[in-house]
């Protein structure tokens, strides 16, 4: 079993920034992507940015030049740097992981993790 713990959230003045870790825990060989959604009220789920092993970003449009992720491998982890955060940014934003066991070697397979959500609130 894996476990994604989230930690950063809450409420913020427009313009300000909040940083967003997510620790990865449990039976785990290797972490592939590590990403981070989030889902405003009445809105489905959205993509905000995610990170390689490797260490290749991909950022939703609307985020771009204003939030930075990156991952310590050596811990298991991901933050999410959000700077000059607008209204719109709030909701709950979920950690995603595609994480491969112990036995990947032999069988070559992935599992999808998602963390609990952390709510991030923007007052304009």
């Keep these: 079993q894996v476990q994604l713990v989230e930690s950063g959230g809450g409420l913020v003045q427009a313009g300000g920034s909040l940083r967003l ?5 449990g039976t785990i060989f290797s972490i592939n992507a590590m990403g981070w959604y989030r889902q405003a009220p009445g809105k489905q789920r959205e993509l905000v940015a995610t990170i390689t092993s490797g ?3 991909n950022y939703v449009d609307s ?3 204003r939030f930075t992720i990156s991952r310590d491998n050596a811990k298991n982890t ?3 740097q959000m700077n000059s955060l607008k209204s719109e940014d709030t909701g709950v934003y979920y950690c995603n992981a595609r994480v491969r066991p112990p036995n990947y070697v032999l069988t070559p397979r992935e599992f ?8 991030v609130t923007v007052s304009s």
Excluded: F
């Design 112 to 119: 999808e993790y998602w963390g609990q959500g952390t709510q």
């Design 63 to 65: 985020v771009k030049g």
């Design 78 to 80: 991901v933050y999410l």
């Design 55 to 57: 260490g290749s970003t």
């Design 21 to 25: 870790s997510c620790a990865a825990s």
